[in-house]
């Protein structure tokens, strides 16, 4: 179905759905073929109600190692790429190029199994979760390349890891470590070894004892936080709240607590 891509669409794992960039030979480097078919797969995904999350990783050594230079010539345009976002009411902040990724309506999860750079960094920073190989390493070498804070990076790395921590980043280039990432609150690391079923573990107590409908709208809350005043955020939970009172979640999840099981989550 995808030239450049991989789409497990979560049968037999317990509602995760596996996307994995698959150009190996070329440590994932980022084309617009790939741009095209993720899209194309988040939309899918997002839509199929036996998906409670999706991980999104990259085959072989790499996770992706940025855009695929040798794909067009200094000078050349670039090619149009969709816009956006998932769903009808998607929020205008979440249909971008790639900020569509913060509106899809379940958790993402990066699961970044190698080298990452560049664009390839910039997609993970739309995703709830990044989990990172031991010893793998990123980079966000715009400004070595006589470029600027491309993909919104300027706008997701301050928040996510402070505003220093972006500056070291974005305006040096270097290349870090996962382990210091970690200690900068930007991924978590887990071992090499057996690096994709140790995060699918993590994501299937997610999908296991988390409400998918509660889950979609703490998501949207989170993100659609960074664009409200307190009292605005405030008010919102508390009609969220009203809502969810009225839902078969809320009585599955009270009742699995009276009852000391684990809960039968329904609604999508």
Known sequence: MYEQILCDAGAGHGGIATVTLNRPERLNAWTPVMERELRDAMQRLAADDT?????LTGAGRGFCAGADLGQRKPGEPYPEWPEGGIGEDA???????????????????????????GVGLAITLFADFRFMAAGAKLSAAFARRGLIAEHATAWTLPRLIGPMNAMDLLLSGRTIPAEEAERMGLVRVLPAEGFLDAARAAVRELT???????MRVIKRQVWEGFFQDLATASRRATEAQADSRDSADYREGIAAFLEKRRPGFAEP
């Open 91 to 117: 929020d205008p902040n979440f249909t971008g190029r790639y900020t569509y990724l913060a509106g899809v309506p379940k958790p993402v999860v990066a699961a970044i199994n190698g080298a990452v750079a």
């Open 51 to 55: 998906v409670r999350a999706v991980m």
């Open 208 to 214: 296991g004892l988390s409400s998918p409908r509660s």
